[in-house]
């Protein structure tokens, strides 16, 4: 099974700020690699697919990037709806699996 | 706009069996993959398995011993079932679908998901 390690466990910033958040895999994953965002109580929602596509819908300030082992989300410019918590999912081996998550929390 | 909802006792036995369904509300079963996942208080996300329309299903080895799903299509709905329960399986329950995007399936539809309490 496929570790994805997140890091960093917490980010606080300020809204308007750069968030960088990063997964990393204990193999590679090629670019089979999601991210979905999670606020409290609520299911998670799909951001990006196949590392670097944006799900339908989602804002152009969302971003990610990688391949093999090392990937990276990055919200260019956070607004007040962004705090919250983000997972990434690999689907490049059976089974698939989640990291531990990236709480991003207002400064 | 497709929207999935669980249903099932919220509270289950230790060394019963869970049984949860999820309804699939404006769009047909008979199309895509439909997943189950759970999240533990405070924890990840963990996959449990999926079920394709055609029926066939693959589940997470650690569970797949305990596992069982199936489709209902003149409901438009699919089940989860965990036999022999623990505390260990104390979560919130998940249902979502898998849609193609790029070069895999990923979950682009959820539930709200239902907590799920086994007690002693």
């Known amino acids: 099974e496929i570790v994805l390690t997140q890091s960093p466990a917490t980010l606080s910033l300020s809204p308007g700020e750069r968030a960088t958040l990063s997964c990393w895999a204990s193999q590679s994953v090629s670019s089979y690699l999601a991210w979905y965002q999670q606020k409290p109580g609520q299911a998670p929602r799909l951001l990006i697919y196949?590392?670097?596509n944006r799900a339908p819908g989602i804002p152009a300030r969302f971003s990610g990037s990688g391949s093999g082992t090392d990937f990276t989300l990055t919200i260019s410019s956070l607004e007040p709806e962004d705090f919250a918590v983000y997972y990434c999912?690999?689907?490049?081996?059976?089974?698939?699996?989640f990291g531990q998550g990236t709480k991003v929390e207002i400064k | 706009q497709v929207q999935l909802q669980e249903s099932g006792p919220g509270l289950v036995k230790s060394s019963e069996t869970l049984s949860l369904t999820c309804t699939v509300f404006g769009g047909s079963i008979n199309t895509y993959y439909w997943s189950w996942f759970r999240q533990p208080p405070g924890k990840t996300l963990e996959w449990i398995g999926y079920i394709h329309y055609s029926e066939s299903a693959s589940y997470n080895p650690p569970l797949k011993s305990r596992v069982t799903m199936s489709l209902d299509t003149s409901k438009n709905q699919f089940s989860l079932r965990l036999r022999s329960v623990t505390a260990a399986d104390t979560a919130v329950y998940y249902c979502?679908?898998?849609?193609?995007?790029?070069?895999?399936?990923?979950?682009?539809?959820w539930g709200k998901g239902t907590t799920v309490t086994v007690s002693s």
């Open positions: 196949d590392a670097s």
């Open positions: 999912q690999q689907r490049g081996n059976w089974p698939e699996t």
């Open positions: 979502a679908r898998y849609s193609e995007y790029g070069g895999r399936h990923y979950m682009d539809v």
